[in-house]
């Protein structure tokens, strides 16, 4: 099993900026992959961002590219979320994954879920 908690939502304002974190606790050695969330109220969960626990390699949903930058530091066992230039769209819970097996946008393939963090942007 892999405990999830994420960290650092809140309120800003258009423009601003905002840093999520996510600790990871538990069998963190069976994670190939980790990747941010977000829901909207109303609307299905969306991919931002997912990361390759041991090259690094990212990924990022078209509407977040060039704002966010996904980042992993594997002494702390955790995944960070930069998200730079918020726009009032981003306002949603995010939610930190983990998936034992597979690099990919669908949330369907990640086991474990963090608790989820607000972010709401302010115009």
């Known amino acids: 099993q892999v405990q999830l908690v994420e960290s650092g939502g809140g309120l800003v304002q258009t423009g601003g900026s905002l840093r999520l974190s996510c600790a990871a606790s538990?069998?963190?050695?069976?994670?190939?992959?980790m990747a941010w969330f977000r829901q909207a109220p109303g609307k299905e969960r969306e991919f931002v961002a997912a990361?390759?626990?041991?090259?690094?390699?990212?990924q990022y949903a078209d509407s977040v590219k060039g704002r966010f930058t996904i980042s992993r530091n594997n002494a702390k066992n955790t995944v960070n979320l930069q998200m730079n230039s918020l726009k009032p769209e981003d306002t949603a819970v995010y939610y930190c994954?983990?998936?034992?097996?597979?690099?990919?946008?669908?949330?369907?393939?990640?086991?474990?879920w963090g608790q989820g963090t607000q972010v709401t942007v302010s115009s």
């Open positions: 990361i390759t626990w041991s090259t690094g390699r990212t």
């Open positions: 994954a983990a998936s034992t097996t597979y690099y990919t946008d669908s949330p369907r393939m990640y086991e474990y």
């Open positions: 538990g069998r963190t050695s069976i994670r190939y992959a």
